[in-house]
T-cell receptor, first 114, second 111 residues
Framework: KAGVTQTPRYLIKTRGQQVTLSCSPISGHRSVSWYQQTPGQGLQFLFEYFSETQRNKGNFPGRFSGRQFSNSRSEMNVSTLELGDSALYLC?????????????FGDGTRLSIL | GNSVTQMEGPVTLSEEAFLTINCTYTATGYPSLFWYVQYPGEGLQLLLKATKADDKGSNKGFEATYRKETTSFHLEKGSVQVSDSAVYFCALREAGTALIFGKGTTLSVSS
């Protein structure tokens, strides 16, 4: 079974630009979550989608947005990029939203803002 | 709100030493508990999980027991290898909510 696939693996942008990251979940998984990982803040939750609906949202500004398609694939968009947005962005999928459902992670997209 | 606290690292051990990484949690409900591992340049891999009190999760020689009375989920391994060098994250999740992670503990094992 293929794992969670994130594209691209690396991205370099400049301040003010926008970026779109993509995530393909494990086949059959309907829940997709996004996390930001930085050395200072650790792993922070961005949002979760289930059946194309945003079910949970973390404490991030409106510049961060996402969506999920009918095939469960998800995209995350960040507009008006800031230096502080440099991070590893991780996508995770799970079969459902139950607390006992483990989330399976992709290898992430490393975003660098110049 | 819910939270996870892990011991500060880095933890430095010699090969074949015993490993313990402490993890305690605060939760309003009945969470499931997880340990994830992250190798350099990679995402997080699920190492083990426990879904209710007194459950023991185990995988690849690692173990952790869900202790409700002490709100703990300490990770242990009897004999570490160089290949176990990585960052370990303790996490909890309640139904309908996101995973909440600890800050991670870096383990370095030397031969």
């Amino acid at each position: 079974k293929a794992g969670v696939t994130q594209t691209p693996r690396y991205l370099i942008k400049t301040r003010g630009q926008q970026v779109t990251l993509s995530c393909s979940p494990i086949s059959g998984h309907r829940s997709v979550s996004w996390y930001q990982q930085t050395p200072g803040q650790g792993l922070q939750f961005l949002f979760e989608y289930f059946s194309e609906t945003q079910r949970n949202k973390g404490n991030f500004p409106g510049r961060f947005s996402g969506r999920q398609f009918s095939n469960s694939r998800s995209e995350m968009n960040v507009s008006t990029l800031e230096l502080g947005d440099s991070a590893l962005y991780l996508c995770a999928s799970s079969a459902g939203q139950g607390g006992n459902q483990p989330q399976h992670f992709g290898d992430g997209t490393r975003l660098s803002i110049l | 709100g819910n939270s996870v606290t892990q011991m500060e690292g880095p933890v430095t051990l010699s090969e074949e030493a015993f490993l313990t990484i402490n993890c305690t949690y605060t939760a309003t409900g009945y969470p499931s508990l997880f340990w994830y591992v992250q190798y350099p340049g990679e995402g997080l891999q699920l190492l083990l999980k426990a879904t209710k009190a007194d459950d023991k999760g185990s995988n690849k020689g690692f173990e952790a027991t869900y202790r409700k009375e002490t709100t703990s989920f300490h990770l242990e391994k009897g004999s570490v290898q160089v290949s176990d060098s990585a960052v370990y994250f303790c996490a909890l999740r309640e139904a309908g909510t996101a995973l909440i992670f600890g800050k991670g503990t870096t383990l370095s094992v030397s031969s």
